[in-house]
Nanobody, 125 residues
Framework: VQLQASGGGLVQAGGSLRLSCAAS????????MSWFRQAPGKEREFVAA????????FYADAVKGRFTMSRDSAKNTVFLQMNSLKPEDTAVYYC???????????????????WGQGTLVTVSS
């Protein structure tokens, strides 16, 4: 499985960006898809996840109400719409995929076998 993340860039605080993650799989619906981020000097942290069943996504408290994750199974792509961006959202954003991760482990980076290369989001104040 190969994941290609894109859409990062430089934006002012309060602005928006939309990240995309294209997956080279036959059926994206078989995978739990997630977004993580890693700021300089910090550990990789969970941002959002969407289950195989395409039920409501899960979000980290830090982004709840501002970020929206969605999946387009026909295009094998997941998206992360990021609104009301803050300087503390600055990080490299990674998409991740796994077929077997359970709900209680969505937030753990070591639960995922497949990772994209990351896309840099910089929010200026």
């Amino acid at each position: 499985v190969q994941l290609q993340a894109s859409g990062g860039g430089l934006v002012q605080a309060g602005g928006s960006l939309r990240l995309s993650c294209a997956a080279s799989v036959v059926s994206l619906s078989r995978y739990v898809m997630s977004w993580f981020r890693q700021a300089p000097g910090k550990e990789r942290e969970f941002v959002a996840a969407i289950a195989r069943s395409n039920s409501n996504p899960f979000y980290a408290d830090a982004v709840k109400g501002r970020f929206t994750m969605s999946r387009d199974s026909a295009k094998n792509t997941v998206f992360l719409q990021m609104n009301s961006l803050k300087p503390e959202d600055t990080a490299v954003y990674y998409c991740a995929a796994d077929r077997q991760v359970i709900t209680s482990n969505y937030f753990r980076p070591d639960s995922y076998d497949y990772w994209g290369q990351g896309t840099l989001v910089t929010v200026s104040s």
